[in-house]
């Protein structure tokens, strides 16, 4: 990717570490719940992007523990390459949806990226590094480990700056569904429906979140180098439910997915890189939230 002249977002936060990571309590099960399988797959799927899996099933812990943080480019809070690159996709990121957002009247409120190596707390419970990116809708901030670039490179095969991008513009992508009220309305129903069907529901979900980052590529298209685009769906697939199912358990359960198959995963990014335009990426339909 082009990103030595673009700019760096200063919508961030250096966190030191601290926090912890564990499964709420009281996850229910059975019907309507989460059973072992379901408990067994969010696990699985907290290893790759998307919202924080805590705060979908609503029973994430909320943690007063104090977290410490340290300045920008001050130890142990260092602003590495990384942080800065990452820090410079944000920035397109806001000035694309600032833009379509001011076309339509209205005005982008950037979200903040959480940079912390392997603990801490959002309003959405503990986090760690294995729980990988998410989104968290109480604090309007995407949290990042950036070791996580390691994994999506050596473990799921998605090496390159732009696989790394795309993991931070689909939490970009929660984020804008957060502000047009899909995510909450979205969450709320789930809370209604049978596992199968919040699950089915989570799919669309974050398949939209996949258009969403297609279409900011495409609206900042000075960015990509050749190959780029590429990569991006060769990353998308490598992070679908049944890509990463078949690698850890052996076989797919397709009733148990949750983000989407290799198949739809690169679809939906394909539409958004395809036609430049957020409405072309209703993965609802008539079902929509």
């Not at 996850?27 to 797959?41: A, D, E, N, Q």
């Not at 943080?69 to 942080?83: D, W």
């Not at 596992?195 to 258009?211: F, H, M, P, W």
Request: hydrophobic share 35%; proline share 6%; aromatic share 8%.
């Amino acid at each position: 990717m082009r990103l030595d002249d673009e700019s760096e977002s200063s919508n961030y936060e250096i966190r030191s570490g601290g926090g912890g990571f564990g499964l709420p309590m009281g996850i229910p099960l059975g019907r309507g719940g989460l059973g072992c399988g379901s408990i067994i797959l969010i696990i699985i799927i907290s290893l790759v992007f998307g919202v924080n899996p805590l705060s979908l099933i609503g029973e994430a812990p909320q943690s007063g523990g104090q977290v410490e943080r340290s300045e920008p480019g001050a130890a142990p809070g260092e602003k590495t390459p990384v942080i800065s690159r990452s820090l410079k996709v944000l920035g397109s990121t806001e000035r694309v949806w600032g833009k379509l957002f001011a076309d339509q009247g209205g005005q982008y409120q950037p979200t903040k990226l959480v940079f912390y190596p392997g603990g801490t707390q959002s309003g959405c419970g503990a986090a760690s590094a294995s729980a990988g990116p998410f989104y968290c809708p109480a604090d309007k901030s995407i949290f990042l480990d950036t070791s996580f670039f390691d994994e999506l490179s050596g473990r799921f095969g998605a090496p390159g700056d732009f696989a790394q991008a795309y993991v931070i513009a689909h939490e970009v992508g929660h984020h804008i569904q957060d502000l047009e009220g899909t995510l909450g309305k979205a969450h709320a129903l789930q809370q209604r429906l049978t596992e199968g069907e919040a699950n089915a529901l989570q799919v669309k979900i974050e398949l939209q979140a996949d258009c969403y980052a297609g279409v900011w590529a495409a609206r900042d298209s000075n960015l990509l180098e050749p190959g780029d685009a590429e990569a991006g769906l060769r990353a998308a697939a490598a992070v679908g439910d049944d890509t990463i199912q078949k690698a850890s358990q052996g076989y797919v359960v397709p009733e148990g997915f949750t983000h989407g198959s290799a198949a739809e995963r690169q679809k939906w990014l394909r539409i958004g890189l395809d036609s430049g335009d957020p409405a072309r990426c209703d993965t609802f339909g008539r079902t929509a939230p």
